[in-house]
């Protein structure tokens, strides 16, 4: 008898494991056919660079290859307040505006050493910055070249010579109101930056001719 009931008592098999694989497609096909992908355009500028650009550098210079020809890598916008501890609503009015210029979410900057002249203690956020790359460095370079630098008072073109010797443009903005985004209604104070075209150029003479053929407004040296 003891050797049939153990035979009748089987141990309970395990249940058959499921494909995590399997699972994780089909709760992904839900969510990818919940609608049509809208495909972002190509920045203007990026298929001027492509088209009209990068042939007469590889002309110009005598290029072997086209990953040798320049291009802009990142635009870096700084913009310092000097008092974001005891002044918060200014940073904080500061890093508003520089999220409608650049459509994109600044960080604060901070002291990185203390300084007793300048009441300037170690941590202490002083500005704000942001890099663009990608499409939306090209859309905002577009948009400075066509639509800020005219719109600035007795605007007679932009310093040829302010090259750092590796191929990177600084040029500054005494005010914020020549970008369009900037609403006059919440206007407290006028607020300068520090706007930096990186490129990858090796010489001055390279990212001039780079940013000439892409519209910057450059006088003649």
């Known amino acids: 008898m003891a050797k049939k009931e153990q035979q009748q008592k089987k141990p309970p098999q395990p249940a058959p494991k499921k494909d995590a694989k399997k699972e994780k497609g089909q709760a992904a096909a839900p969510a990818a056919s919940a609608g049509p992908q809208v495909k ?43 008092t974001g501890d005891k002044d918060p609503k200014h940073l904080e009015n500061s890093m508003r505006d520089m999220q409608l210029i650049a459509g994109q979410k600044p960080v604060a900057t901070v002291a990185k050493k203390a300084i007793s002249n300048f009441r300037l203690r170690k941590g202490m956020k002083i500005g ?9 460095m090209y859309a905002f370079f577009d948009k400075l070249c066509t639509v800020v630098f005219p719109r600035i008072r007795d605007f007679q073109g932009l310093n040829p010579n302010s090259f750092d010797g ?38 001055d003479d390279e990212a001039r001719f780079l940013l000439k053929e892409l519209g910057m407004p450059l006088r003649e040296s």
Do not use: W
């Open 128 to 136: 704000c910055m942001v890099t663009l790359r990608g499409n939306q």
């Open 40 to 82: 972002v355009p190509e920045p203007r500028l990026k298929k001027i660079y492509k088209q009209t650009v990068l042939p007469k550098l590889m002309e110009k210079f005598g290029y072997s290859s086209v990953m040798q020809a320049p291009r802009i890598t990142k635009i870096v916008i700084n913009m310092g307040t000097g």
């Open 166 to 203: 590796r191929g990177n443009y600084a040029v500054g903005l005494k005010e914020q109101l020549v970008f369009p985004e900037i609403p006059y209604d919440t206007f407290d104070r006028v607020r300068g930056m520090d706007i930096v075209v990186c490129t990858s150029a090796k010489t």
